[in-house]
Each structure stands twice: as structure tokens, then as C-alpha cells.
């Protein structure tokens, strides 16, 4: 490959990651040089090393490329290494080597429907990480289809009574792992005191997609562009998992580890997100940049801010969406608001750090300065915006 080994192997990974995001289509030299803005022959050396390790597979014909068997040997690998991955990638050699990259029906599996959790429980127990907890399918069963999962047993959770609800206890607003994206959108108590999760719920993909998929599963799956990660950041937010050890209560910003990656066992299920309720002179909002509606986000941010009798502001508490590995939390900038009258300038300042502490890639949604400018004028806004909804303003 050339060069340095370290921006080699960087600019390696980046390029699996945007053939895994072409699926089945694969991409040729031109598209993926000009996707991740890489010099056309550095690319050419970096892809024909690729294929030479059997990480990526060419089309002669179509002048294509797609991921190698070698990808998904390593994920298996990866799988068995770490079974707490959101979901494991197995797909069969002989199959990409016939089929092209994988075909659109999903590998066999044994289909159950638990009524209970604890019932569901006992069966990612028993089958540990051969198995995946299945909600709105949204995020799952396209995997399945690209067989870049695999599961041998799927535990179906849209039976069991009492995982969908939103209300509030105890000072926090308590959201079952099966609400919909749909049902949190409607949700009149939603929109009178949470507007921060208001605002991210309307602008989750489109209609179909808000109408199955569920805010546990989105947690659960831990992809850095799924909205609910930046959004429970900045509402300073829990999961409550459970697992044949019992309940536990983990912060949001320790649940979600790396990409696709959370603290998740294999026997354990997120069954609620808890939210702080809001206090007195407090303000949230989210705001998303796309490329069209019902796409992921370019980049997208979730602010929050609570502010003392004298207008400083208390707390702040800033996320933000597939600009990382992971939804990042904007410490610097969180630090710079508190114990600040959030002026202009304060907000200014805020808004730089937040930029400076994203890592987005350069791929089909722009490049890497792009999207941190996105982030800086996305963070001003939300927080403007946000300050305006604690005065008590829309
Ligand atoms: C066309 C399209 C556009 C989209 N656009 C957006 C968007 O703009 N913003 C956005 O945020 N999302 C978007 N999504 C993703 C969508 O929000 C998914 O619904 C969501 O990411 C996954 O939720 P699900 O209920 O469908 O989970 P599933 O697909 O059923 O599961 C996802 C993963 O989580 C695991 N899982 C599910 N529930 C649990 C649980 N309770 N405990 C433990 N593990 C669990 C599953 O085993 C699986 O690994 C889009 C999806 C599509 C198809």
C-alpha cells in the first residue's frame, strides 16, 4: 500500500465501511474514490491489496467491488470474540462466491414469540449469542437479507404486553423498550415537556419506518446515525436491561461502546429508557441536517439547557449524531456553557467546541470539514433554540 501503514490501513477501513454500506450493489474505482475523497491510484493500490487478502471481491465485468469472504470470516471471528456485538456477520463463502455479495433472503433461523420477558430472557439464555432479540425489524431484517447477520434463533418481542408505554414516575419519564418512533412523535406528554425528544422523533426516517421501529431497538443496535443515541445524550438518559442476573441501570453514555457495539450480554435486553423530567427554566430541541426526508442524518444535534433564577446556565447537556464511532457527547462544550450566561458569544464559542469534538468520515453525505461546520451551526441553533423553549418561548 505504500506510504505511512497507519493512514494505509485508516483509509482501508474507511473503505470497507463504505462498501459495507453499498450492500449487494458493491461500487466501482471512480465511485469509491470519489465517495471518501482519495487520491484515484492511493485508492487502486489500497483496493487491489484488499483483494489480495480477500477482504474485497471484484466484478470483471461490471467493474465492481464488494466486500470479500475475508470480511465476514473476521466478523464471525469478531462475533465469537465479542458477543455483546449488536449483531454478528455470517455469511456463507460459497454463497458470495455464486450469488454475487450475499442475496436478499435471509439465512435459516427458528422463530420464537415469547409472551413475557422473563420468557424471552430464558431464551437468549439458552441459545446466547446464536440468538437476536427482534422488535421493529427495521435495522435487523435488512441485515438478515444482506446476510450480514445471521442469527440462528430469533426471539421476537412484539408479543409481549407491557414493553410499550410512555409515562412518567418517580421524576422521570420511563419509555418502554417497544414504544414506536411513531407513538413517541404522538405522545401528548411528550410533546408538552420533553420538546428535545419531540423534535427527534418527527424527524426519524419517514412514516413507515416510525410506524414498527421501536426506540429500544434503535438503542440496542447502536448505529452512530441512529437519532435517539445523540438525543438521550443530550436528555442526560438510562437504559434498564434485563438478564437472568436481573435488572440493571446503566447511564446512556456507558451503554453505547462502539460502533454497532453496546454494553448489551448476549441474555440481556433493554426493556427501558429513563429521562430525566425536565426541571424549571429548562429548554431541549434537536435539530437534523439530511440530504432528503427520510434519510439518516449528514450530521445532527441534541441540546439541552437548564437554567438558574439569574438566566446562568446550570446544566447543558449537548449530542451529537453520526459525526463518530459512536452518538458523541460534546463535553467541551458542555463545560463552556455551564456556569454562563448563554449569550451569544457563549453560544458561539459552544457550538466551535462541539465541532472540534466531532469525528465525522468524508463519505456520500460530504466530506469531514462539511459535516463539523454542520455540526458548529447545528449546535448554535439548537442551543438558541433551546435557550429560547427555558424563557418559556417555542
Ligand atoms: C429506510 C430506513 C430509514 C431509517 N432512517 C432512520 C433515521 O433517520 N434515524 C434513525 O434513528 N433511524 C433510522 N432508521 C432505523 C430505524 O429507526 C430502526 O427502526 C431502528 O434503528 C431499529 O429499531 P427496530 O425496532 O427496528 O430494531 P430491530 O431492527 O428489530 O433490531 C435492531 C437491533 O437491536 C436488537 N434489539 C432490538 N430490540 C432490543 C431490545 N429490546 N433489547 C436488546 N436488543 C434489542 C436486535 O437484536 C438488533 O440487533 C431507518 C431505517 C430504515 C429502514
Known amino acids: 500500500m505504500g506510504g505511512s501503514v497507519v493512514p494505509a490501513v485508516v ?32 485508492c487502486h493500490s489500497i483496493l487491489k491489496t484488499l483483494e489480495r487478502f480477500g477482504f474485497l471481491e ?35 463463502p460459497r454463497r458470495l462466491r455464486h450469488r454475487g455479495w450475499g442475496g436478499m433472503i435471509p439465512d435459516r433461523f427458528e422463530y420464537f414469540a415469547p409472551r413475557t420477558v422473563d ?8 441459545y446466547g449469542a446464536e440468538a437476536k432479540p427482534l422488535a421493529g425489524g427495521h435495522s435487523l431484517v435488512p441485515l438478515m437479507k444482506l446476510r450480514l447477520a445471521a442469527p440462528r434463533y430469533l426471539i421476537d418481542l412484539n408479543r ?17 423498550a417497544l414504544t414506536r418512533h411513531a407513538d413517541l412523535e404522538a405522545s401528548d406528554l411528550i410533546r408538552a415537556h420533553y420538546p428535545l425528544l419531540a423534535d427527534t422523533a418527527r424527524v426519524i426516517a419517514d412514516p413507515l419506518v416510525r410506524n414498527m421501529g421501536t426506540i429500544g431497538g434503535s438503542l440496542a ?38 460502533t454497532f457495539t453496546t ?28 440530504r432528503k426526508v427520510g434519510d439518516f442524518a449528514i450530521a445532527a444535534v441534541g441540546a439541552s439547557l437548564v437554567l438558574d433564577s439569574r438566566g446562568t446556565c446550570d446544566q ?16 467541551r462544550a458542555e ?32 466530506p469531514a470539514e462539511y459535516k463539523r461546520d454542520v455540526v458548529r451551526v447545528l449546535t448554535a441553533r439548537a442551543l438558541r433554540r433551546a435557550l429560547q423553549r427555558a424563557r418559556g418561548g417555542e
Open 58 to 92: 471484484s466484478a470483471p465485468q461490471s467493474r465492481r467491488y464488494g466486500l470479500g469472504r475475508a470480511v465476514f470470516e473476521l466478523g464471525r471471528a469478531a462475533d465469537r470474540a465479542r458477543p455483546h456485538l449488536a449483531f454478528g456477520v455470517r455469511v456463507a
Open 11 to 42: 483509509r482501508a477501513i474507511r473503505i470497507l465501511r463504505y462498501l459495507e454500506r453499498q450492500g449487494t450493489r458493491g461500487a466501482t474505482l471512480a465511485q469509491i474514490y470519489r465517495a471518501l475523497a482519495l487520491n484515484k491510484s492511493t
Open 160 to 176: 409481549i404486553s407491557g414493553l410499550a408505554y410512555i409515562q412518567e414516575a418517580d421524576g422521570f419519564l420511563r419509555i418502554g
Open 335 to 366: 463545560q463552556i456553557l455551564r456556569g454562563q450566561k448563554p449569550d451569544e458569544a457563549t453560544i458561539a464559542r459552544a457550538a466551535q467546541a462541539a465541532a472540534d469534538e466531532s469525528d465525522p468520515a468524508s463519505d456520500l453525505r460530504g
Open 316 to 331: 447543558a447537556g449537548i449530542g451529537l449524531c453520526n459525526v463518530g464511532a459512536t452518538s458523541l457527547r460534546a463535553q
Open 263 to 290: 454494553v448489551l450480554e448476549p441474555d440481556e435486553l433493554l426493556t427501558e429508557i429513563r429521562v430525566p423530567r425536565p426541571p424549571a427554566r429548562s429548554g431541549g430541541a434537536y435539530l437534523k441536517l439530511e
Open 119 to 126: 420468557e424471552a430472557v430464558s431464551l437468549l439464555q439458552r
Open 221 to 258: 443496535h447502536a448505529d452512530p446515525a441512529g437519532d435517539w443515541g445523540a438525543a438521550m445524550l443530550a436528555s442526560q438518559a438510562s437504559v434498564v436491561t434485563t438478564s437472568p442476573r436481573g435488572a440493571r441501570t446503566v447511564s446512556i453514555d456507558d451503554f453505547m461502546v462502539d
